[in-house]
C-alpha cells in the first residue's frame, strides 16, 4: 500500500531551487552551522564571506492545479530572486512567486504548464495521533525521498513564524501537526501525506540542535495551507478573518480562579478597542469554548478555527464567565497578511552571476575559476575553484575579457564548458544557468 501511495503522490511533488537576494540572511539549505530547537530549516545565517554574495536554497512543493501553480514554504522562497522547479519527470521551468503569507509559511508559485498531475488533498482536522503519513520532497538535494512516520502531536506552537514585512502585519498563525517521519532541509515546502495519498500537512519545520532530522518535524495543516494558498491565488493576500482579541491557554489556576468543568479554552487576555470581540461585548477573563459547533481546546485551536472561516460571517461563539456558560453572536471582521513579493532592489546581481561562478585571470594566463556559488547549477554540475576555462560554447577563451564577451553572446540557458581540472586534466561541463529572475507580477 506504501509503494503504491508514494508512486501515485510523487509526481505532483516539485523540487525547488531559489537563488535569493544578496545578504539575504536565509541560509542555504543543507549547509547549516547547529541551529536553536525549532529553528526553520533555512534560516540560520551563512558565514560573513558567504552573506556578501548571492545565496542558494533548494525546498520543495505541491502542485495543486493542472496548469502549474505550486504550494510551498514562504521561508523557501521569501528572498528570491530566481527560481526553477524541477518536476518528478525531470522537466524544468522558471516559476514565480505569486503571493506568500509568513504568517502561515505558505507562498504559491506558478509556473507555465499545462496537464500537470495534481496533488490531492485531505482534511487535517480529521486527523488522529497515532495515523501513519509520509513525508514527500527533496532533503539534502536527494530528490524525491519519502519517509515515513505518524502524526505525533497536533496543535502545536513552537514560536518560530516571523514576519518579515510582506503585506500588512498580523500575529503568526502556528497550529503545527507533529510528525516523526524524517525531515530534513529541502524537505521544507513538501507534503505531508496520509496512506491513501491525501495531502494532509505542508512540511515547514524541525526542532533540532544539529541542523538535522532529531525525530520531531512539523507540518502547516492542510486545512489552513489550502484556505491561504487560495487567497493567494484568488487576491495576492491573505483574508483573514479578525475577532480582535487576544487568548492564551487555560491553565490549572484559571479552573480554579473561573470555575471552569476543565482546563480548556482559550482565555481572552485582551480585546482590541472597537473590534467585533469588543462591539458584541466579550469580557477579560472570559474562556472560549466553542466557536460555531466546533470545540475549542487552546488558544492556537481558536486561531485555527477563525482562520478557516470567511471574514463578515457571523458565528456564535460559547465561553464561560463566572462559572457560567453563555453563547454570543460576532460578526468577524477582516485583516489582510501576505502578499506578492517585493520587487528587486537597485543594484541587485543579474546577468553574469547567473552562471554561478566568478573568473579571474591565471597568473600564468586563462581563465580561472575563483569560487562557485553553493547549491548552483554549476556546482552541481561540477565546477570547483580552481579550475581553468578553456572554453565556453566552443569558443575559445584566454582572458577575462574574452570570457566576457563569450557570455554576453550566449543565446540561450544551455552552456557548454570545457576546463583543465588540476586533478583530472581536461573535462567538458554542460549544464542550464540559474533562473532569470522571475518575481510576483
Known amino acids: 500500500m506504501i509503494q503504491s501511495t508514494i508512486a501515485r503522490v510523487l509526481p505532483s511533488v516539485a523540487f525547488i531551487e531559489v537563488r535569493a537576494r544578496p545578504g539575504s540572511l536565509t541560509g542555504a539549505s543543507g549547509a547549516q552551522a547547529p541551529l536553536p530547537p525549532g529553528a526553520p530549516y533555512d534560516e540560520e545565517p551563512l558565514p560573513p564571506p558567504l552573506r556578501r554574495g548571492p545565496v542558494f536554497e533548494a525546498g520543495s512543493g505541491v502542485v495543486v492545479t493542472s496548469d502549474g501553480y505550486i504550494i510551498t514554504s514562504s521561508h523557501v522562497v521569501q528572498d528570491a530572486r530566481q527560481v526553477r522547479v524541477t518536476l518528478y519527470d525531470r522537466r524544468q521551468f522558471d516559476a514565480r ?31 488522529q495521533v497515532g495515523e501513519w503519513v509520509l513525508a514527500l520532497g527533496s532533503p539534502l538535494g536527494l530528490l524525491f525521498t519519502a519517509t515515513t512516520g505518524i502524526i505525533s502531536g497536533k496543535g502545536r506552537t513552537i514560536g518560530i513564524l516571523e514576519q518579515p514585512g510582506v503585506g500588512v502585519q498580523a500575529p503568526p498563525l502556528e497550529n503545527f501537526l507533529q510528525t516523526d ?22 512540511n515547514t519545520a524541525i526542532a533540532t540542535e544539529t541542523g538535522l532530522f532529531a525525530g520531531v518535524g512539523f507540518a502547516v495543516p492542510i486545512d489552513l495551507a489550502r484556505r491561504v494558498a487560495q487567497d493567494l491565488i484568488q487576491y495576492g493576500f491573505v483574508r483573514r478573518p479578525f475577532l480582535g482579541v487576544m487568548a492564551q491557554d487555560v491553565t490549572a489556576v484559571d479552573v480554579e480562579i473561573f470555575g471552569l468543568p476543565a482546563a480548556k479554552g482559550a482565555k481572552v487576555v485582551q480585546i482590541v478597542e472597537g473590534g467585533p470581540a469588543a462591539q458584541a461585548g466579550l469580557e477579560l477573563g472570559d474562556v472560549i469554548v466553542a466557536l460555531d459547533d466546533r470545540e475549542v481546546e487552546s488558544a492556537s485551536d481558536l486561531q485555527a478555527d477563525l482562520a478557516e472561516l470567511e471574514p463578515g460571517r457571523r458565528v456564535r461563539i460559547r465561553l464561560f464567565r463566572d462559572g457560567k456558560e453563555r453563547t454570543i453572536p460576532v460578526e468577524l471582521g477582516m485583516i ?14 543579474t546577468g553574469v552571476l547567473r552562471l554561478g561562478f566568478s573568473v579571474t585571470e591565471g597568473p600564468a594566463g586563462g581563465v580561472l575559476i575563483t569560487s562557485v556559488s553553493p547549491y548552483s547549477a554549476a556546482a552541481r554540475a561540477g565546477l570547483r575553484p580552481g579550475q581553468v576555462i578553456v572554453s565556453i560554447n566552443r569558443r575559445e577563451v584566454r582572458t577575462a575579457a574574452e570570457f566576457v ?10 552552456i557548454l564548458l570545457i576546463v583543465e581540472d588540476p586533478d583530472l586534466g581536461r573535462i567538458l561541463i554542460n549544464y542550464r ?6 518575481l510576483g507580477e
Not at 512567486?97 to 482536522?125: C, F, H, N, Q, Y
Not at 544557468?433 to 522571475?438: E, F, M, T, V
Open 405 to 414: 564577451a563569450a557570455v554576453r553572446e550566449m543565446k540561450s540557458d544551455a
Open 336 to 349: 489582510r497578511t501576505g502578499g506578492p513579493p517585493p520587487p528587486p532592489g537597485p543594484g541587485e546581481e
Open 97 to 127: 512567486v505569486v503571493a506568500l503569507d509568513p504568517s502561515t509559511d505558505i507562498a504559491v508559485l506558478k509556473i507555465d504548464a499545462t496537464g500537470l498531475p495534481v496533488a490531492e488533498m485531505g482534511r487535517s482536522d480529521a486527523l
Open 433 to 438: 544557468l540559474d533562473p532569470a529572475p522571475a
Open 181 to 202: 517521519a524524517a525531515i530534513n532541509p529541502g524537505n521544507s515546502g513538501g507534503p505531508l501525506v496520509d496512506l491513501r495519498g491525501r495531502v494532509v500537512g505542508i
